[in-house]
Every structure is written in C-alpha cells, then in structure tokens.
C-alpha cells in the first residue's frame, strides 16, 4: 500500500468521528449556555478555581458542575488542571460579560427552552416552507416577544452583542467621512449607530425601532457620550421612516423578512432619503456553493425562526432593483457581517 494509500484510509477512518461531532453540537451549544449562565467565565477571569469552589458560587450541584465543565474542556472551552481546577482558555475569555467581542449574551440565547421546540420542528420547515416558530407557537416571533418581554430583553441583548463582536470591522471597512446624517433602521437599543457616531465626532444620526425597543436607547447612547448628536424616534418601518438622511442604514433587518416584506421596507427608506442618499445593509452574504459560512447556517435559522433568509448577492442585487435601488458594492469585513451599498435610482 503506497503512502497516499495510507492516509486517504486514514482520513476516511476519521469520517465517522467528525460526523459524531457535528451529530453532538447541540450538547456542546448547550452546554456552554449553561456555562454562560452561570457566569462561570467571570468567576474565572481573576485565576484558576476548583469545580467544588464554583458550585458553591452559582449555587449548583458540584459533581454536575464538573462534569459539564469537564466536557467544556474537551472542547477548548476551559482547561482542566490538577484537583479539578479550571481556568480560562481564549475562547472561554469571550464568554465573560464586560470583555470587547464578548458572545456571553448570545451563547445564553442559543440555549434558550423556547428554541429547542422551534429547531425540532427543522422537518417541517423544510417541507412546507412555512415558519416552524409559527407552527409551534401559534404566532410571530413579534408578537410572542412582546407577550414575553423577559425573552425580548435576552434576544436584545444577545443582538447587541452580536453586533458589537462585529461593529469594529464594519467600522473600519467603510467610510462614513462623507456622511452628515446617518438613519439607523431597526436600529434596537442604538449600540451600532453610537459607535459610528463616536468615530465619526461631526456626523448627527436618527435611531429607529419599535417604540417598546428605542425606549432602552437613551441609557446607551448617553454612555457612549453620544446622545446629543442622536435623536430617538419610534415607529414602525412598514408604515414610514424618518426623513432627509443621507445614509440609511440597516443592520440584520431585511434578513428577518420575505421578499415582499424586505421590498416594502427598502422602498420605504428610498422614499426618506435625500436624492444622493445611499443605502446600506450589513447582512452575511451567502458565498458560492460549497464554500463554507456562517451565512448558510444562519439562513436555517431564519427559515425557522420568522421566514426570512439569508441571501446571496445577486438576489439582493434583484431585491435592491425592485425596491428603486441599485447595488453599488459588496464590501467584506474581517466579521460575518458584509456591507451591501445601494443608490436610488
């Protein structure tokens, strides 16, 4: 058997163990939310602690505790020492709450009761096309966030960071130099407008969301020192949003809803905007096949969460189009969020 030979058996032995990975994420995901909801980075970022010394901490079974933590280990979440001490690893790092890029928010909201249902339901979904959150629940992902405002805040902040593990790329990928006034649209509690507005000291800008979202605004945008150069407006973007901006900005909005919805809101902001306006859309835009990406997972999720997608450039080159835009650019950040330009036409 020559030396190809060998290896080419070898990887395919493999096959079975890297499939079981993939079967088993769910666990892992799981797991590390649990890990996130305990705090359990935070308690580690001033040194080593032990499993039983944890437990005591977030008040929880220690050999439980151990057994999650030990299997968080094995996967580069924590590292295990002598005596059952734990500490940190990088990836762990990110899952304290005050760090830059901290996932701490998000990995509590993947792990969530009410998502489990919805991703067990995948097989219907893929049949019918239809939201598998709706056929669980019996309503819209809107109106069951607003019936159940503890998961609102928890999906609010975990889009928050989301968006701030991802801000400092977008920022540094495009120029705002130009721009006087910027609209964010959807723009939640105003974390993505307040840091473009910091790094950009003579721009002014209109944050715009839902009324029972842009009430937490204030809080952030006066912390970011920024308040007085951002207005607070609510709405609903179906209906209109705020005029005369010359960059209309949308973060994770047009993902969240079908092609007549995304068209009826882009048409919206091209009717707002002043004539040299321009559009911007930070979404995950889908690569070619076969490429691996975030965008391609993500897209799953918004088939069943609301029955929005992820799409690939050319379809938003169409979604543009119809809405009275063209698509200028496509520019890639060192994030998963790519930043799509579109002009009125």
């Known amino acids: 058997m020559s030396q190809t030979e060998t290896i080419n058996q070898n990887n395919q ?87 830059p890029g901290s996932m701490r928010a998000f990995a509590i909201y993947l792990g969530e009761s009410w998502r489990l249902p919805v991703w067990g339901d995948i097989l219907n979904s893929v049949k019918t096309g239809k939201s598998a959150f709706e056929n669980v629940y019996g309503m819209g992902i809107v109106p069951y966030l607003e ?21 400092s790329a977008v920022v540094a990928s495009y120029d705002f130099s130009s721009t006087s006034q ?65 960059v209309y900005i949308l973060k994770g909005v047009i993902h969240d809803w079908n092609s007549e919805h995304a068209i009826t809101i882009l048409k919206n902001c091209h009717q707002a905007m002043a004539e040299n306006g321009k559009l911007l859309l930070l979404e995950t835009v889908i690569p070619p096949a076969n490429h691996p990406s975030f965008s391609k997972l993500l897209d799953l999720e918004m088939l069943l969460i609301g029955g929005g997608s992820e799409r690939t450039e050319t379809e938003y080159r169409e979604l543009l189009a119809a809405a009275g835009f063209m698509l200028t650019k496509v520019v890639n950040t060192q994030s998963p969020i790519d930043i799509i330009e579109a002009v009125k036409v």
């Open 13 to 99: 032995m493999h096959l079975p163990t890297k499939l079981l990975q993939m079967l088993t994420g769910t666990w892992v995901t799981q797991s590390i939310h649990v890990a996130a909801k305990l705090g359990i980075s935070d308690l580690l970022k001033d040194g080593a602690k032990s499993s039983d010394e944890l437990a005591k901490l977030t008040d929880v079974d220690a050999k439980s505790l151990y057994r999650l933590l030990r299997a968080l280990s094995s996967v580069g979440i924590f590292a295990e020492s002598e005596n059952r001490q734990f500490q940190l690893t990088p990836l762990a790092e990110y899952l304290q709450t005050d760090v």
């Open 147 to 167: 019936q159940h405002p503890e998961t609102a805040q928890i999906l609010n902040e975990a889009m928050t960071s989301f968006t701030l593990s991802s801000i």
């Open 182 to 246: 910027i609209v964010d649209v959807g723009g939640g509690h105003g974390i993505l407008i307040a840091e473009i507005l910091k790094a950009n000291p003579t721009m002014k800008g209109i944050l715009f969301d839902r009324p029972s979202v842009v009430e937490g605004a204030e809080h952030l945008l006066k912390g970011k020192d920024v308040a007085q150069r951002c207005e607070i407006v609510g709405g609903n973007f179906f209906e209109l949003v705020p005029s005369d901006g010359d």
